[in-house]
């Protein structure tokens, strides 16, 4: 409200920097010393780039707001409970959130590029409002089990990639509905627990490499029409058995290179397959 606005920029000055050095702010010789409880409640129209950022202190959060800005709350190493009342998440908005392990997703429709990239031990991602999943937004959350959006349009590249084996998530099955249309590069790249990923018929492009070196990955199914399988989408999946995208016209390079146990494609509708896919 106007009031609320007008009352914090009257005492704003009180803990502004300028003031600290002019020895004028209640937090002068203050270094150290806490300023922020366990326990925070933040109601407001935006929560601004980097307001959070570092604060050592936060363990639990509940963010009301149309919008959180890009930072907003990373590197809180002790943040352990998020809830997010709100339309957007922006970038790194959550990054290197070592200790989150609940998140709580309420209205969100679009989470920015890397948000809540390196929070090991982030377990479950659950929202019924989601549509879009930027890049790298979940990449390295190697606790992460279980993922339920079942009204996810877009998933950005590496979104829920590891970089490396001990990084590598740990979901198993992956569901979606006709809602997804398009998964990005790498975006589960080296997810080494999946076992069986089922897809919608609104799928209308799968990134190169999205689901490469997935060890325990033995079916892919797509209801749509996916036309074109990319270059090495399928790459190193040597347990993979079986493969069910009905229409497939154009196979590129390398898209199941590796797959020694693959056993059941329909070939049938493809016109052009490129270089080793099959090697």
């Known amino acids: 409200s106007d009031v609320a606005t007008q009352i914090l920029q009257a005492f704003s000055s009180v803990f502004s920097a300028e003031a600290a050095m002019k020895k004028m702010s209640i937090l002068v010789d203050k270094l150290g010393t806490k300023v922020f409880g366990e326990n925070v409640t933040i109601v407001d129209s935006k929560v601004l780039e980097g307001a959070f950022s570092g604060i050592k202190t936060l363990t639990n959060v509940n963010v009301t ?19 997010v009342n709100a339309s957007v998440i922006n970038n790194n908005a959550f990054a ?20 809540f ?14 549509q879009y999943i930027g890049n790298y ?9 279980a993922l339920n959006t079942p009204n996810v349009k877009t998933i950005g590249d590496y979104a829920f990639a590891s970089t ?13 509905s006709n809602d997804l249309e398009t998964i990005g590069e790498y975006a589960f790249y080296g997810s080494l627990d999946l076992v069986n990923v089922t897809i919608g018929n609104g799928l209308t492009s799968i990134g190169q490499y999205a689901f490469a070196s997935c060890r325990n990955l033995e079916e892919i199914s797509v209801l749509s029409n996916l036309e074109v399988i990319k270059e090495c989408t399928f790459a190193e999946d040597d347990a993979l058995v079986t493969v069910n995208i009905p229409g497939i016209k154009y196979i590129e390079g390398g898209a199941f ?17 490129g270089s080793e896919a099959f090697y």
Request: proline residues 0%; hydrophobic residues 40%.
């Open 164 to 176: 490396d084996q001990k990084s590598a998530n740990k979901l198993t099955s992956l569901e979606f």
């Open 117 to 130: 990239i390196n929070n090991v031990k982030l377990e479950t991602v659950e929202s019924s409002t989601l």
């Open 257 to 273: 290179m590796n797959c020694t146990s693959l056993a059941n494609i329909d070939l049938t509708t493809v016109i052009e397959i």
């Open 65 to 83: 707001s149309e919008e959180i800005g890009s930072y907003a709350f990373a590197n809180c190493n002790n943040l352990a409970s998020v809830v």
């Open 96 to 115: 290197n959130c070592i200790n989150l392990t609940t998140l709580n997703l309420n209205g969100v429709i679009t989470i920015g590029d890397s948000a």
């Open 137 to 145: 937004a979940f990449a390295n959350c190697n606790n992460l089990t």
